[in-house]
C-alpha cells in the first residue's frame, strides 16, 4: 500500500515558467514533509521541507504548500530553469523521532525545455 | 568532506551469489539506512539502524541483512542474491531525530542479478 502517492510520472515545461510537482499520502500519522531530488546517476539530495504547523514554506525559487484536510502537498518551481530537470521525490516521516524513517513516493520527472 | 560512500558503484552476481555492499559516512550521523529504488516503485526502505547495536527491518527487508558495529559503517548484506534483487541501492545518514536536515544519500550501487 503506497503511502506516498505522486501520480505524475513527467512533467515538461518551458524555461521561464512555473514548474508544479505534486503529491499526496494517505497516513495522517505523517507530520514532516520532504522533497528530494535526483540526477542520473547520483543519488537524491535534499532540496526543501515542510513540517505540518506551517502550510507553505519558501527557499529561493522554491516554494512547498502543505494541505493538511486534502492530505496533498506540491512543490513550486519559479521560474523553472534547464538545470532543475531531473526526478523530484517527496516524502514524509512522523515526527522527528528516533526512527527518523522517511516513506518516499514513487517520483516525477521534470523536464525544463529551454 | 567525503560524506557517504557507497562502494562498489556497479556489481553483476550470479543467482544464488552473496555479497556485501558497503556504506560509510564520516559525518557522525546518528542513523543510516538502506533503500532500493525501482521502476514505478520510488524509494523503498529496506533496513536501518538509530545508531550503533541497532538495527530495524524497514518496508522490504526479506533477502537482506544489516549490521551496525560502528557509527560510521552499515553494510547492507545479500545472503543468496535473487534477479528481484536486481536495483539500484542507495545508503543514506542523518541526524537522528531532526528531519530537518534532511538525508544525505550516497551516490548507489547498481546491482545486476542474472
Known amino acids: 500500500d503506497q503511502q506516498v502517492k505522486q501520480n505524475s510520472p513527467s512533467l515538461s515545461v518551458q524555461e521561464g515558467r512555473i514548474s508544479i510537482l505534486n503529491c499526496d499520502y494517505t497516513?495522517?500519522?505523517?507530520?514532516?514533509f520532504l522533497w528530494y531530488k535526483k540526477y542520473p546517476a547520483e543519488g537524491p539530495t535534499f532540496l526543501i521541507s515542510?513540517?505540518?504547523?506551517?502550510d507553505k514554506n519558501e527557499d529561493g525559487r522554491f516554494t512547498v504548500f502543505l494541505n493538511k484536510s486534502a492530505k496533498h502537498l506540491s512543490l513550486h518551481i519559479v521560474p523553472s530553469q534547464p538545470g532543475d530537470s531531473a526526478v523530484y521525490f517527496c516524502?514524509?516521516?512522523?515526527?522527528?523521532?528516533?526512527?527518523?524513517?522517511?516513506?518516499f513516493g514513487t517520483g516525477t520527472l521534470l523536464a525544463v525545455q529551454p | 568532506n567525503a560524506g557517504v560512500t557507497q562502494t562498489p558503484k556497479f556489481q553483476v552476481l550470479k543467482t544464488g551469489q552473496s555479497m556485501t555492499l558497503q556504506c560509510a559516512q564520516d559525518m557522525n550521523h546518528e542513523y543510516m539506512s538502506w533503500y532500493r529504488q525501482d521502476p514505478g516503485m520510488g524509494l523503498r526502505l529496506i533496513h536501518y539502524s538509530v545508531g550503533a547495536g541497532i538495527t530495524d527491518q524497514g518496508e522490504v527487508p526479506n533477502g537482506y541483512n544489516v549490521s551496525r558495529s560502528t557509527t560510521e559503517d552499515f553494510p547492507l548484506r545479500l545472503l543468496s542474491a535473487a534477479p528481484s534483487q536486481t536495483s539500484v541501492y542507495f545508503c543514506?545518514?542523518?541526524?537522528?531525530?531532526?528531519?530537518?536536515?534532511?538525508?544525505?544519500f550516497g551516490s548507489g550501487t547498481r546491482l545486476t542479478v542474472v
Open positions: 543514506a545518514s542523518s541526524r537522528q531525530g531532526s528531519p530537518n536536515y534532511g538525508y544525505t
Open positions: 515542510i513540517s505540518s504547523i506551517k
Open positions: 497516513n495522517s500519522m505523517f507530520d514532516y
Open positions: 516524502a514524509a516521516s512522523e515526527g522527528g523521532g528516533a526512527t527518523n524513517k522517511l516513506i
